[in-house]
């Protein structure tokens, strides 16, 4: 039921292709109506609600296809490359996305293992993941709706927001990817950490024992633990991350040498040489094309 309605709210609210702020902190509406290739991107902490349509995502090598069958779930960030290659006027990607303020997440689920106790143990074959999907149950679609709402009424909007916002946050934690979330916000969140730490420091040439000595751990122990939750090495990540952020930035328009210098390399040829052999073009032939599109 709140699903249909949450799909008749964002086609009532955005008109043409793009994003809507909704003035909830961290939620905005999206129809994308023309298709979009796959190119390098960053995912934050966040969730994505697909209403109409399927959103493509690599990474790691690996193609994955979401739509409404699921919510997408990030609990970190991650190095993907994304596009809505299917979208069109006749069938546009519709959703929400929700970025989430990780202070009230993080406050959350500290409240939740004070009152619940902490997140249980994972089983052999279970590992929690950077980016994973979720049902769409009854607790997260009517918080949805009811969040959204408040769109409308500015007194509404001000009054309730966050406290919407925290029961949406609570609906999540419920669900089923909420394992995957405590364990990226609660007690024993050290690879979720590890990756804050490389995010604050891309520009500096962080290494893997550094990330690794940041959280207090083993090399070793850091390298079984950070691929169980991304699916890639610790020396993929770090370099995907770079990449990716250097791609979104050339495509921008900043000089090849400056995004490189400002993810990190202070090698330009070592630069050029990994971006072609990931993206299959040199950087000044990845800039041109951006600018063509």
Known sequence: MSKGLIERYINANVYESGMVDTGIKGVQLFKITEPIRCAPAVYEPSVTAILTGRKEAIWNGDKHYYDNSEYICCTMSMPIEAGTPEASADNPLIGVYIALDTKMMTELVLEMESTVGPTRTLGKNEQPQGLSTA???????????????????????????????????????????????????????????????????????????????????????????????????????????????????????????????????????????????????????????????
Do not use: C
Not at 141 to 148: A, G, M, V
Not at 202 to 213: G, K, L
């Open 135 to 293: 049902s769409w149950d009854d607790d997260f679609s009517e918080t949805l709706y009811r969040l959204l709402q408040l769109h409308s009424n500015p007194t509404d909007l001000a009054m309730l927001s966050a406290s919407r916002l925290r029961e949406l946050y609570y609906a999540i934690l419920k669900g089923s990817a909420g394992n995957s979330f405590r364990r990226a916000f609660g007690v024993g969140n050290e690879v979720a950490r590890s990756i804050e730490y490389l995010s604050a420091k891309i520009s500096e040439p962080v290494t893997i024992d550094e990330m690794a000595e940041y959280i207090g751990m083993s090399r070793a122990v850091f390298h079984r633990k950070f691929k169980q939750a991304t699916n890639m090495s610790p020396i993929q990540f770090v370099k995907s991350m770079r990449l990716n952020n250097a791609a979104m930035k050339i495509s921008e328009g900043v000089n090849v040498n400056v995004a490189a210098m400002e993810v990190g390399y202070v090698s330009s040829s070592q630069f050029s040489r990994e971006f072609k052999r990931v993206y299959g073009v040199s950087p000044k032939q990845w800039g041109k094309a951006q600018q063509l599109q």
